[in-house]
């Protein structure tokens, strides 16, 4: 049976989205590959075929998922702040920290990365290092405190999706987001 050309990439693109998924929920050690593959509607075979082992998924996933979508976000630097405003408003949310499943990975994996190879972690500083270079060059004020801003608005960003997360459901979790995320935008400039 001939499968259509592009399907390798088409199976390859559904592992890495369903992967990213359950690892966000179950984070690395909480599932395995079959549990990985099943997410994606693959059998493990289809699994090895495009990732060599759960890391490489994972640094797949980071890749493709941290920082987005502000990332790729595209115009004039007025354009691009105001993109990272709207982020910042659907980042610290009550939704993106009720929806783990389907947020960001910075808070959920991180960790993890902590714990993984040295090749992991550089793929995980580079990307970083890419999300931190688009922000600083959005924000306003004296260049030399720019890099040291998109730093704090990142720290921020993520510590109050897992602060809250962490926190049950109530007026302290929502009052801690609304606080950085105040903090955040004022950063800007």
Same mark, same amino acid.
């Given at each position: 049976?001939?499968? $259509? $050309?592009? *399907? /390798?990439a088409k199976a390859k693109e559904a592992?890495?989205? &369903?992967g990213a998924q359950a690892l966000r929920v179950n984070g690395f050690n909480g599932i395995g590959v079959d549990g990985l593959a099943a997410a994606a509607g693959v059998t493990s075979g289809a699994f090895y075929s495009n990732f060599s082992n759960k890391e490489s998924l994972l640094e797949g996933v980071i890749e493709a998922f941290l920082g987005k979508p502000f990332?790729?976000?595209?115009?004039? @630097?007025a354009e691009r702040r &105001? &993109?990272? /405003? *709207?982020w910042l408003n659907e980042y610290i949310s009550a939704y993106h920290r009720e929806n783990p499943a389907i947020g960001c990975v910075m808070p959920t994996l991180s960790a993890d990365v902590a714990r993984a190879s $040295? &090749? @992991? *972690?550089? !793929?995980? /500083?580079? !990307?970083?290092?890419?999300?931190?270079? /688009?922000? !600083?060059? @959005?924000?306003?004020?004296?260049?030399g405190t720019r890099e040291r801003r998109a730093w704090n608005i990142v720290a921020l960003m993520v510590g109050a999706i897992e602060i809250a997360r962490a926190m049950p459901d109530g007026d302290e979790a929502h009052s801690a987001m609304a606080h950085a995320l105040e903090a955040a935008i004022s950063l800007i400039g």
């Open positions: 049976m001939r499968y $259509p $050309p592009d *399907q /390798k592992i890495l989205r &369903a990332v790729d976000s595209t115009g004039s @630097v &105001a &993109a990272l /405003k *709207q $040295p &090749a @992991v *972690q550089e !793929t995980y /500083k580079l !990307t970083m290092m890419d999300l931190i270079e /688009k922000i !600083t060059a @959005v924000l306003g004020g004296p260049e």
